[in-house]
């Protein structure tokens, strides 16, 4: 039966021209470009409480380091390379061979090797742990650096993810679902399972934007982070929040809950000078992402949020909290 170390190898173990010294050794070594920082993140996923157990293991390895690729991006931060942390409660050729398949793809895209990691036996379901490193130059990207009167922005349509996500919840309750509910599950289960880390437009808002934020736990949860962060207010306008057009058709107060307080987003979430507006538009367009300004940073610390009458919503959806 194959060992620790052979699962290693056969998956786990790829060229990486640009480390030093990666997967095999003690500790990966790697080079930090002159006048640089290094940016780091880490993310814990585990079976049953962030992924269900049927999940397409191409698509599980894909988003295990999506979040986290989503981290440096929120930074402004190139990837370098990234660590594995892998407990599983049996040796699984297949799974294994499908889930490296979706982590590598993503890794080559971003130029983001595996430089190392660790591998276990785990009694209780499979338990996944991401590190990634990043270079990264000052100015730096952070949540506490709004401004007054700053644009707010986002990346992406928001909703999708969540509304895939209840929909599977309910299906593994044993609730049956009907076949409007099956067709909107198909059209939004790859934005919960396979989201697309905002790295390139992360380096382009370098220079551009003030405060940063990846939506991994609702639109409203983690603007709240930036305006906490900044000592500062916001007014967001819901009409002008885009929203995934599979989710359209929901009800109105169904699909306003999956777009401010739905998570597993990975869009960027940011705020920037007025004066920056072009530049802005410019970047998204070589990102290929149609970037949309939904509020602005105000003085006081109080979020308030609009609806299509300019009336403000009073009874607004919390985020996710793995706690609460």
Known sequence: MAGEFDLIRRFFTHQAPSVRVGVGDDCAVFDVEPGAQLATSTDLLLEGRHFFSDIDPFKLGHKALAVNLSDLGAMGARPIGCLLGLGLPNFNHSWLERFSAGFHALANKYDCPLIGGDTTRSEQ?????VTVFGSVRAPFLTRASACDGDDIW???????ADVALSLLMRAQQGEALSDPEHALLEKTRSCLEMPAPRVELGLSLRNLAHAVIDISDGLLQDLSHILQASNKGAILYVSQ???????????????RKAVLGGGDVYELCFTAPASARKKICMAGNESGLSLSMIGSITSGNKLKVLDEDLIEIQDLPSGFDHFR
């Open 125 to 129: 379901g499979i338990v996944i742990s």
């Open 154 to 160: 986002v990346s992406g349509p928001l909703g999708a």
């Open 241 to 255: 929040i885009p929203v995934n057009p599979a989710i359209n058709h929901l009800a109105p107060a169904q699909k």
